[in-house]
Every structure is written in structure tokens, then in C-alpha cells.
């Protein structure tokens, strides 16, 4: 079953922002982009108008006026490709702002493993699963990498929410057949890999190409899977050619177990690398305390990383060095981590790299003995975030021919920000809510971006679109 399309070629005018590489922002104003059925941007034309585009790219297009949806960015507007989440736990979403006072180990014992053993119930599952899309979609994230559970109708019940409700995703059923709760662990590592297959049977039967949805290999992190198991997953990778998603290093205690579970390995890293889960199509979350030689080796196979700055610093895990692992040659991009992450909005995950970036710049604890300079140089810009939370988050997913810019050729997987713009004699008792961004008109629309990265929420979010399909609208 083919993902629902437009009914009509589309035409956007307005303002454009976008991340062109690491570090700026491009800024296309007065312009106009086309997007044909199959939701793939087919021109891009700046500057021009709606008359313009009716009477150059229309004839080009062999389009008439009569099958286009036009829709105009108003001022104070602009259009921003969607946000990808490259790090989530969708059953997770309940417990959300519910930490206790647990670093990571002691978290998933008392809130996770419990919660996400309750969703074998589908009835419960199908409430989280689809408020979670539905949140995630207003939030303004058009692409997410979910980790499920291990139950597979409540996993396939995530990919059929997604692929009806329009979220481009990755769905991922957990495997852990080891170091968890008897009431929720998978049999063997044969029950493992044969549920993973059925997973990944029934995200194909829905969606055979993967366009919109697509499976994701899933061992939860090394100490939950057997040798067994992950050296089933390798293989199965090998054989099909599916991502893999996992975690590493994102706490001190869970790299002593490692060290104690697998003596015969260098390292975390060399634990993936030995049973083939660590290659090109390989997303890494947190890797917070990886030594050099992990960091090269990650590098070397060409393996993404999924920063989650609001679960490190939740859970008090750590301080990933972003601009350390970016150096490397390493592909970033961010993730909400729910629930060890507080919010579904990957926003919130970007202005919260850019603090945590000038956490590592501060001249005390564990950096303080690096120069200042170097220190200084950790710090993460605005316009850095917002690469990471779209063009960054492509490459990581694997989707960078696809998604995460305006260029012709790509979908169009993008949200219309609105930011409120202040009355010139405002009423004392307007009560009207235009959200968390006050414009006044004099800032500059690179410090209008900053106030919106570092004061936005939901309420900024008026419309998203995925592969050209409207999927979500702020009433």
C-alpha cells in the first residue's frame, strides 16, 4: 500500500530558510517552490511571485492554474525543513518530565522496562502510539527513528499509525533476550530474530519500497542482547541491507558492564564492530564518553551519531563533545531521546546542544584542564543546531538525497513557522496567544532565528508537510 499523495501539484511562496552546510543558514526570500504529486520539490525560483510562477513555471511544469494548491507564507512567516528525530522511544512518551532521582541503569528497572512491558496491551498501546505521532507531527519532526518494544503487533501498530498518519519513520522492534526483567525479555535469540523478521515482513507489506516507512534493526545496547542475538542481527544486516540502531557509552557504569560482559573486545565500539552491527547505516545514540580509538573507528566505518543533550543532562549521564565527533568526520544529528529526553520536540533538543556545547567551553570540572581556546571552540552555534535537527539528521537516517533541504529533486518534508509579531500600540488587554517568540520588526531575521531557536514551541508550528502531504495544521 503506496503512502497517500497530494491530490494536487502544489506552489509555496515566501520566505525560505535552510541549512546549506554546517554553520549557515541560507535565507531565500520572495521565492517560490514547486511541488508536483509525488511530494518532490520539481523548481525552485527566487525571486518570484504568484503570478510569476503562474506564468513561467507553470508552462515549464505543463501544470494549469486549476491543479495547484498555493500557499503563501504571511509576514512574520517562513518555511524550514521538517526536523528529523534521529533518537526516540516511542513507548516511552507517558513517563516523559518523570526521571526520579535514577542516572540510566536504575531508570530503566523503575520506569521504562515497566511501562513499555504494559504496551503488549494494544488498546494502550494504540493511545501512546498515536499521541506520540501526533505530538511529534506538531512539534514540526516529519521523520523519526522510533525504538518500539519487543512485542510485535504493538510494533507493527507503530509503523501502521505512521505510514496512515503521514510520518516518515524508521520503527525499530527491540531485542533484548538478555540483563532485563523476566517479564520482559525475548525468549532466545532465535525468538529475537525471528520476531524481528516478522517486524519487518509486516512494515514491507504495508510499505514495499520503505518510502515512507522502513524497518530499523534494533538490539537495545550490547548488554541486553546476547552474542547469539547480535550476531543474528549482523547477519540479517548484511543480508538485507536494513539500518541498525542501538546505543553506546552514554553512561560510566554501563561502559564497566560492557567491559565486564565482553573482556575479549577493545571496547564498546569494537563490541559492535565484532558482531557486524557497526558500519555506514549504523545510528549510535549518546556516545558521550567514547575514548579516541572508538571515535576513529566509528569514523573509519562510517557509523552516525544521535546527540540527545536533553536525556544526557536529565539522567546526568554527560556532555557529549559534539565538535569533537563533527571533526572526526562523524555525522551528527540530534535526537529527543523520550524519556529520558522531556519533550518531543527536537527544537528543544537543538537549543539544548547549543547550552550543553558551552557547558564544555566552561573553565571547571573534567575540561578545565584543556586550553580556553579549545574549550571555546566546543561551543555550538544557532545556525549549527539547525543544520544538526535537519541536514544533519538526513545523513544520519540515511536520507540525505531525500530530505533536509530546498533543493529541486528533494521532498518535501518541511513545516511554515509563524513567529508573533508585536502590535506598534499593543492593547493592555490583548490576551491573545501568539506564543513564546515576541518580533518587534527591527531584529534582523538571523536574530529573528535565534529567538526562535532559544523561545519556540508547538505554537510557532502553523502547518507540516510530508513528501508534500499536509500532515499536520495548527487550528
Known amino acids: 500500500m503506496a503512502p497517500p499523495r497530494s491530490e494536487k501539484n502544489q506552489l509555496f511562496l515566501g520566505k525560505f530558510i535552510h541549512s546549506i552546510k554546517l554553520g549557515e543558514l541560507e535565507y531565500l526570500d520572495h521565492s517560490a517552490i514547486c511541488v508536483d504529486k509525488s511530494g518532490k520539490i520539481v523548481a525552485l525560483e527566487t525571486p518570484c511571485d504568484q503570478r510569476e510562477a503562474e506564468e513561467k513555471l507553470y508552462p515549464r511544469l505543463g501544470w494549469s492554474a486549476d491543479d495547484v494548491t498555493v500557499t503563501i507564507a504571511e509576514d512574520g512567516q517562513f518555511f524550514f525543513p521538517g526536523f528529523i528525530d534521529t533518537h526516540v522511544h516511542a513507548p516511552q512518551y507517558p513517563n516523559v518530565g518523570v526521571f526520579g532521582n535514577s542516572t540510566l541503569l536504575d531508570w530503566l528497572n523503575t520506569y521504562t522496562f515497566p511501562m513499555e512491558a504494559s504496551l503488549s496491551s494494544l488498546p494502550k498501546a494504540r493511545r501512546v502510539y498515536t499521541r506520540v505521532v501526533r505530538q511529534m507531527l506538531s512539534y514540526g519532526t516529519t521523520t523519526a527513528a522510533y525504538y518500539a518494544t519487543i512485542h510485535v503487533p504493538a510494533t507493527n501498530l507503530l509503523a501502521d499509525l505512521c505510514h496512515s498518519m503521514g510520518q516518515r519513520a524508521f520503527i525499530g522492534r527491540v531485542c533484548m533476550d538478555n540483563l532485563g526483567p523476566d517479564y520482559y525479555l525475548d525468549e532466545s535469540p532465535a525468538a529475537s530474530l525471528s520476531a524481528t523478521q516478522a517486524s519487518i515482513d509486516h512494515i514491507r507489506s504495508i510499505d514495499p519500497s520503505f518510502d515512507l516507512v522502513s524497518p530499523i534493526l534494533t538490539p537495545r545496547f550490547a ?12 547477519k540479517l544486516h548484511i543480508e538485507t541491507g536494513i539500518p541498525i540502531q542501538t546505543h553506546i557509552s552514554e553512561n560510566v557504569n554501563e561502559i564497566q558492564l560492557v567491559r565486564e560482559m565482553f573482556p575479549d573486545c577493545e571496547n564498546y565500539a569494537d563490541v559492535y564492530d565484532k558482531f557486524g552491527l557497526l558500519g555506514k547505516k549504523t545510528i549510535l545514540a549518546h556516545a558521550i564518553h567514547l575514548t579516541q580509538e572508538e571515535a576513529d573507528l566509528i569514523a573509519g566505518k562510517g557509523s552516525k551519531i544521535a546527540h540527545c543533550p536533553c536525556s544526557n543532562s536529565a539522567l546526568t549521564s554527560g556532555e557529549a563533545r559534539v565538535r569533537w565527533l563533527l ?124 529567538k526562535w531557536v532559544f523561545n519556540g514551541d508547538d505554537r510557532n508550528v502553523k502547518k507540516v508537510w510530508v513528501r508534500g502531504r499536509l500532515v499536520h495544521e495548527r487550528k
Open 327 to 450: 571533526e572526526k568526520g562523524i555525522d551528527v544529528g540530534l535526537g529527543t531521546d523520550m524519556s529520558g529526553g522531556y519533550s518531543p520536540s527536537v527544537l528543544e533538543a537543538a537549543r539544548q546542544a547549543a547550552l550543553v556545547s558551552n557547558h564544555l567551553a566552561m573553565p571547571v570540572g573534567k575540561w578545565s584542564d584543556i586550553p580556553s581556546k579549545e574549550r571555546e571552540h566546543a561551543k555550538l552555534s544557532v545556525e549549527e543546531v539547525l543544520h544538526l535537527a535537519t541536514r544533519g539528521g538526513a545523513e544520519v537516517v540515511g536520507l540525505a538525497d531525500k530530505i533536509g533541504g530546498f533543493e529541486v529533486g528533494k521532498e518535501w518534508d518541511a513545516q511554515l513557522i509563524g513567529l508573533g509579531l508585536v502590535s506598534e500600540t499593543p492593547d493592555e488587554d490583548d490576551m491573545t496567544d501568539m506564543g513564546n517568540v515576541d518580533i518587534f520588526g527591527w531584529e534582523k531575521w538571523e536574530e529573528r532565528i535565534a
Open 223 to 234: 548488554p541486553a542482547c546476547s552474542r547469539e542475538a547480535m550476531r543474528g542481527l549482523g
